[in-house]
């Protein structure tokens, strides 16, 4: 199993951000864009089973940038892959060196239009999740259509967006999930209340005084 350093090194490269020493012996990525959130890598002893249910796909301007975009992946040591996508679709698949996938889209994709390098982090989830999670952050819903759902900060930067059925099967312990972080001050059990009120399942706090859900 691979190291967090070398992980991460791998996606400042792919994404230009930069590094930094976090909590818990983690590295954490710092966007260089208006992303807008930041990315953690912290150790774990579980390995990956099936695919990720969370996937970063990233733009591209023409098809040289696509190539280019490609090419600086691989170099860093991405491989491609086939999770079943026809020949006719544009986008370039591929695994990190931990396995885990991400896209590269085609350039002209009009629904990741003006959303930056990170155009899109894509969830298998139902239309419910992304109702959930538009009311949890406070983001709009920017799509919904078809049982498929998209979310994005007021501020602009990636969408968030979960594909509908057929769902995946969850096959263990997600490897990728979001941390939320409440204001510095604020009632961590406020807050917990809430997200529980909007629909989610209470879970376990952890050493570390964060809440875990299932």
């Not at 969370?54 to 892959?81: K, M, N, Y």
């Not at 896209?103 to 419910?128: K, T, Y």
């Amino acid at each position: 199993m691979r190291t967090i350093r070398s992980v991460s090194r791998f996606w400042a490269g792919v994404l230009g951000w930069d590094m930094a020493d976090d909590s818990d012996d983690g590295i954490a990525l710092l966007p260089t864009d208006d992303t807008g959130f930041r990315i953690r890598f912290l150790p774990t002893q579980e390995r990956k089973a099936g695919q990720s249910q969370v996937h970063f796909d990233l733009t591209s301007t023409s098809l040289v940038d696509q190539q280019q975009v490609v090419a600086r992946s691989l170099g860093l040591g991405a491989r491609h892959i086939d999770i079943g996508q026809r020949p006719e679709e544009g986008h370039a698949v591929l695994a990190d060196p931990e396995g885990n996938e991400f896209c590269v889209i085609e350039p002209g994709d009009n629904f990741l239009a003006d959303c930056g390098f990170i155009g899109a982090l894509a969830c298998d989830g139902s239309q419910d999740v992304g109702y959930f999670w538009s009311k949890a952050l406070g983001w709009p819903l920017v799509w919904d259509q078809d049982q498929e759902t998209a979310i994005r900060s007021p501020r602009g930067g990636p969408k968030v967006t979960w594909g509908g059925p057929p769902l995946m099967p969850k096959t263990g312990k997600n490897r990728l999930h979001f941390d939320l972080a409440p204001p510095a001050h604020g009632d961590q059990q406020a807050e917990v209340d809430r997200l529980v009120s909007l629909g989610a399942g209470r879970g376990q706090l952890g050493g570390d005084g964060r809440s875990r859900w299932p």
